[in-house]
């Protein structure tokens, strides 16, 4: 029986370079901590926190978007169970939603539960996003959304303001909602909220998980016109609302985000430069996307003749080097690259850098 590769790595969390799921272990502020600290001596934990989310907190993401009137925020278990609410209460079966190929394509298969199809892009060339004419050609009469993941997992393309504008003008002249997922707008070197263009039919997809480094605390957002909040509330799963400590940290992490957001995207960025680095001494394997407006982005492997998951076990299994191989994000193009994400430790990405021309060598 193969091993699986996930209790592989949780049994040896502590030895393992974790680059596989774009976690963040960089250093926020030690408040956010003394934040949650506090409130597990204070017993919080032993309350159910208010529905809508701990006092505050609600407005604070709000405010973190530049949103206030006309807009409401749902706080969910992770940015994930926000895409589940929205998708089960507004599509149908026969419905299809506008997506890229590659995706995070757990929300395709949020969009299948529904009985609803994803229209998938091929976005595996220059310029390895949507084009907005690609868009309005595969629109059709049975549309209902765009999904606009912005920046983009796993490629770490993301789009200009006159994209968003452009995809935002399709989703007016066809009465369509716009789902822009902006797990990785703080990654980003000059993001657009599609917001700016179209309010009344922008819902937002947001997660703690990436940029404070709270993936293991399941907490995120979504944000949505007022016109909506109605029947999202409705559909959400969850009506005691999600994590209270980690809705301490999450608000503590928005009052001091100017102070550590800044070292933080320094150091991702310096690590995302070690690696570039390390590719550009391999042959036959190159960076699509340079640099990542996020905290990952793919390594094309398909010149190599390898397979990326055989690529991903040599690592892990030999070095405790844990990155994804294509075939969890894309359809189509999942056996030409590895992901990686880089917010770890700089050892950790030095190790990688490391042992990556090792494998391959050894592989071929």
């Not at 609803?116 to 949507?130: F, H, L």
């Not at 983009?152 to 066809?174: R, W």
């Not at 997809?205 to 709270?214: E, H, L, P, Y």
């Amino acid at each position: 029986m193969e091993r699986d590769p996930f209790v592989y790595a949780h049994e040896r969390e502590d030895d393992i370079v974790w680059m596989s799921q774009n976690t963040n272990q960089l250093e926020t502020s030690p408040e956010i901590l003394r934040a949650m600290k506090d409130a597990l001596e204070e017993g919080k934990h032993n309350l159910y926190p208010h529905s809508d989310g701990i006092l505050g907190l609600k407005e604070m993401v709000l405010e973190d978007l530049g949103l206030q009137d006309g807009f409401d925020a749902l706080i969910t278990n992770g940015g994930i169970e926000g895409t589940y609410t929205l998708t089960r209460a507004m599509l149908k079966a026969g419905d299809n939603v506008i997506a890229s190929d590659p995706s995070f394509m757990p929300i395709h298969h949020q969009i299948e539960l529904c009985g609803a199809e994803p229209k998938e892009i091929d976005i595996y060339k220059d310029p390895y996003k949507m084009k907005v004419e690609e868009v309005k050609e595969t629109v059709d009469d049975d549309t209902e959304m765009i999904l606009l993941i912005d920046p983009l997992n796993p490629l770490g393309s993301s789009y200009t303001k006159k994209e968003v504008k452009g995809i935002s003008q399709i989703a007016e002249d066809n009465d369509l909602l716009l789902i822009h997922d902006v797990t990785y707008r703080d990654f980003d070197y000059d993001h657009t909220l599609a917001s700016e263009f179209v309010p009344e039919r922008t819902v937002f997809a947001c997660s703690f998980s990436k940029n404070i480094g709270f993936a293991g605390m399941r907490l995120g957002a979504l944000v949505m016109p007022d016109e909506y909040s109605d029947i999202l509330h409705k559909y959400r799963t969850n009506v005691l609302s999600a994590n209270v400590i980690a809705q301490v940290g999450a608000k503590k992490a928005l009052e001091t985000k100017e102070e550590w957001l800044p070292d933080m995207l320094e150091q991702s960025r310096k690590n995302q430069r070690i690696i570039k680095d390390a590719v550009e001494e391999i042959p036959d394997i190159h960076l699509p996307v340079f640099p990542s407006s996020t905290n990952m982005f793919v390594i094309d492997i398909e010149e190599t003749g390898l397979d990326p998951q055989e690529v991903q076990k040599k690592l892990l299994y030999e070095h405790n080097v844990f990155v994804r191989g294509g075939n969890y994000l894309s359809k189509t193009a999942g056996d030409k690259f590895i992901r990686i994400s880089f917010t770890v430790p700089e050892e950790g990405v030095r190790k990688f850098a490391d042992k990556l021309p090792e494998v391959l060598e050894e592989m071929r």
